[in-house]
């Protein structure tokens, strides 16, 4: 097979640009055979360029600075000055990208849609540069709603029905929603000219992958040197503590979790990264044979069908939840032999520590799956 020896490589690279716009960048691992070597040859040079990114290498073929990741996989910073380029893989659709911006560093101002990210933000230190958050009532941070109580953070409503003119008197140099799968955009918002870094770290590959997100967003706050200093530590004991249960844990209990609602039981995917903390954690988690890095939808019989063999049942509730509740709503679940543990998450800040905190949930969970490591958990969230 023959290549030409000299090519214009310009013209080479405004193509895989224009490959990657257009969000059909197979990534190398992921390529079907192509009988058109010239297709090939431009969806190859595309994938050097974003995958030099994704696999946590600077390439040739990337130009600037580009943020070296060890665990995510979804994410790719490059930086060139005084601007930042993001390129986000979509996690449902792995050949393409979910979306790609360029952000002027440090970002000043942010509207933030979710607890856990505003609570990210307060933690690096950065409070001062979160102009407004989507659906506050989720806040439990108590500095975070002191700031909006006395007008420093504005209350920017709901984020499922977003008041346009509100965000544009705001101003911000970014909107940081989460994305979901078949979304369909954001509407007049992708008209404003504001960047939108679509938050899809809870889609990671792994607990770790998911909170090294915090160096990228450290990059785009200015705070890199912060960022970085608290996901090596995260890092440090999440290893620790995983390794603590690999050697020392004597069994691995069956666990089930969640509760059915409006007759479908969501559970997570073994794959997701909660599925593989329970796996961290020495469980035996019931639905860990399920394929994919989200939650399944599941009939409560299929569920229950498993749920006989469960020693452990935890549940997340916004507000105190008993067993006899749950039977209440769904006699079924009266036959489940498990102990069930609560996380009321209306009292305790679950999910706006553990996404980016995984070694506080693997910690609580080690110390109510092993009891006999005598753990003691700093942070409880199950009881």
């Not at 990228?216 to 004991?237: K, P």
Request: hydrophobic content about 40%.
């Amino acid at each position: 097979m023959l290549f030409p020896r000299k090519v214009n490589e310009n013209i080479i690279k405004d193509q895989a640009r224009e490959t990657i716009k257009r969000k059909r960048c197979k990534f190398a691992y992921d390529k079907p055979m192509y009988s058109n070597m010239k297709h090939l040859c431009t969806i190859i040079l595309a994938c050097v360029l974003l995958c030099s990114c994704t696999n946590g290498r600077t390439g040739e073929a990337t130009e600037g600075d580009t943020l070296s990741l060890r665990h995510a996989r979804h994410v790719c910073a490059v930086r060139r000055g005084d601007m930042v380029s993001i390129d986000i893989r979509n996690p449902w659709d792995t050949t393409t990208l979910l979306r790609s911006i360029s952000v002027r560093v440090p970002v000043k101002r942010a509207a933030v849609y979710s607890a856990t990210h505003a609570a990210l933000l307060e933690e690096l230190g950065l409070t001062g540069h979160i102009g407004g958050i989507f659906d506050t009532k989720y806040i439990r941070n108590s500095r975070l709603r002191d700031a909006i109580a006395r007008g420093n953070i504005r209350d920017l409503g709901l984020s499922n029905a977003v008041n346009i003119e509100q965000v544009m008197d705001l101003q911000p140099d970014l909107l940081m929603p989460s994305p979901y799968e078949s979304q369909g955009g954001y509407g007049r918002l992708e008209q404003m000219g504001i960047p939108i870094m679509e938050c899809a770290d809870y889609m990671e590959v792994s607990p770790l992958a998911r909170a090294e997100w915090i160096r990228v967003y450290g990059l785009l706050f200015g705070v890199e040197e912060r960022a970085d200093s608290l996901f090596n530590s995260i890092e440090q004991r999440y290893n620790e503590l995983k390794g603590m249960v690999a050697e020392r844990a004597t069994s691995r209990p069956g666990l089930l979790t969640e509760r059915p609602l409006s007759g479908t039981w969501h559970v997570p995917c073994g794959e997701s990264t909660t599925g593989q903390l329970y796996r961290d954690a020495g469980a035996d988690y019931l639905f860990a044979h399920l394929p994919g890095s989200g939650a399944n939808a599941m009939s409560i019989e299929m569920v229950l069908d498993r749920a006989m063999h469960a020693d452990l049942w935890l549940i997340k509730s916004f507000g105190p939840l008993t067993k006899e509740q749950i039977i209440d709503d769904t006699p079924a679940c009266k036959h489940i032999p498990a102990r069930l543990l609560v996380c009321n998450t209306e009292e305790v800040p679950f999910f706006e520590e553990t996404p980016f905190h995984p070694e506080y949930l693997l910690e609580n969970l080690i110390s109510v799956l092993h009891p006999e490591l005598g753990l003691k958990a700093e942070h409880e969230y199950f009881k």
